[in-house]
């Protein structure tokens, strides 16, 4: 087929003008300075390098995380971490690279304790200030390079950016992989679940994440999350699963067999009733629902947790539960929850920490702090 020239030449504009649309240049800051940049003002969520909602979740294991620290060590190139400067504020926003960088953060901060490395095994069992202090002087200052995306880049085009890199090899998500393995009642009803519309309204899903059944990762996050608390684990008959000891995505893979294997008609109406409960108290209590900013677009895993698990918790102990005036207005377009969620940004689903924030929510709509 041979192709127009009024075509090829239409073809080479466009070429052009999309190219103009991605403007970045190339920087180098130590590691140093990388991790001070992500951990500085923590508290209020004001770090100059930040990860925007779409991406929260913390999903290394400690195999992974160590292996970076290793390779960091010896010296060996590790990727280029993408970031994007936004323009209204001037931080930057993390493209592509959160997982290195809380890995990091996680190891100069001492949270992490190196384990099952092979080739420098000795030192297993090492968090950051076991290091010789000149190792730890030259690890700090170890240069990491950045692709930054200028401030004339916008939303649109740093969502591409984002799904890209993160396409190039798509593996399937858990939620993806349990629809065509573990078939049954209760994954049937987890997905008749997502068609809610108050749920669809409430819970905005990130463009990443559409069409790959993040809507039924987080129904079946509060009912696991929900029925097991507050030890997330449980044994019945010859099923069984302890959060601490299996992660999160092995939990959720037992729990559906679990429950599939006799899902009756009274349990289903049962939970589908707490989840129509749960929906309107969270209509009528927090107005940006489950999201931590009234205008994301998107909905963060961490604080629909909190959020749907604690306020279940909150109505099965006060039916007729009402509860106002926990928001705040900070300007004109955005709101924050004032009391904001405590999530730890390192091992975010340890079950310490999903207590922590469940409990706190459940608190603080019963007046207990």
Known sequence: MVVQQDRIGMAEEQINNKRQEIDYDTREFTIEIVVSKYLEKDDDDLSEIYVPEYQREFVWDTTRQSRLIESIILGLPIPLIFV?????????????????????????????????????????????????LSRQRKFKNTPIRMIVLSEKVDERVRNDVFDRINTSSLDLTPMETRKGVYRGDFIDFVFECTKNELFIELCPVSKYFQNRYEEAELVLRFFAFSETYPEFCFLDGSASADLERTGVARF???????????????????????????????????????KKYYESDATSRSYFEAISVGSHLALQQNHNLVVK?????????????????????YQTHKPDNIRKRIDYVKDKLLGKI
């Not at 959160?98 to 490395?117: E, G, P, V």
């Not at 559906?256 to 349990?267: A, D, G, L, S, Y």
């Not at 109406?269 to 209590?285: A, R, S």
């Open 325 to 345: 005036g926990l928001w705040k207005t900070l300007d004109k377009s955005n709101q924050i929850n004032s009391f904001i969620i405590p999530i730890s940004r």
């Open 84 to 132: 994007a400067e936004i323009e209204e504020t001037g931080r930057l926003e993390i493209v592509d690279g959160s997982q290195r960088i809380r890995t990091l953060a996680a190891f100069m901060t001492n949270k992490l304790q190196l384990s099952n490395l092979r080739t420098l095994d000795y030192l297993n069992g090492f968090c950051f200030n076991d290091l010789a």
């Open 252 to 290: 959720l893979d037992e729990y559906i067999i679990w429950k599939n294997k006799n899902f009756q008609e009274e349990e289903k109406n049962h939970k589908l009733n707490d989840f129509n409960k749960m929906l309107d108290f969270v209509k009528k209590t927090f107005p940006s629902a489950f």
